[in-house]
C-alpha cells in the first residue's frame, strides 16, 4: 500500500523561506514524477514543481520559477520542497503526489494515482 505524508506547513512571513517534505513509503515506480501540488479555495490544483524519480531532472511552474526547489533523498523516501522569497499568494495547500509518466507529463492532477493529505503554508504580508 502506498503512503505520502506531508508535513512541513506552518506560518511564514512574506520573503521568508519554509521547507516541506513528503515521506513516501511502498513507492517504487522510478519511471515517474513524484510532485508538489497546491490548492487554494475556489481554485484548480495546481502544480508548482515536480522531480522525475529516475533521473532526478526537476521542472517547475512558472510562478515559483528561482524561488522554489525541489530534491529528493532517496535513502530516506524523502521528497522536499525549499520555498524562499515566498509571496502571500503562496498561500495555500501543498500536496505531494506520484505516479505520473513521461507521456502524461506531470502538470496534469489527473495523471496522479497517489496523493498525500496536504499541509497548510500561510505567508503573511
Keep these: ?6 508535513s512541513g506547513g506552518g506560518s511564514v512571513q512574506a520573503g521568508g523561506s519554509r521547507r516541506l517534505s513528503c515521506v513516501s513509503s511502498g513507492y517504487t515506480d522510478n519511471k515517474t514524477f513524484m510532485t508538489w501540488f497546491r490548492q487554494t479555495p475556489g ?11 529516475n533521473t532526478g531532472a526537476t521542472y517547475y511552474a512558472d510562478s515559483v520559477a528561482g524561488r522554489f526547489t525541489t530534491s529528493r ?3 530516506k523516501n524523502t521528497l522536499y520542497l525549499q520555498m524562499d522569497r515566498l509571496k502571500s499568494e503562496d498561500s495555500a ?21 497517489y ?3 496536504g499541509t497548510q503554508v500561510t505567508v503573511s504580508s
Design 43 to 53: 481554485k484548480e490544483r495546481e502544480g508548482v514543481a515536480a522531480l522525475y524519480i
Design 73 to 75: 533523498d532517496n535513502s
Design 1 to 6: 500500500q502506498v503512503q505520502l505524508v506531508e
Design 93 to 113: 495547500v501543498y500536496f505531494c503526489a506520484a505516479g505520473a509518466t513521461i507521456w502524461t507529463g506531470w502538470t496534469s492532477r489527473d495523471a496522479y494515482k
Design 115 to 117: 496523493w498525500g493529505q
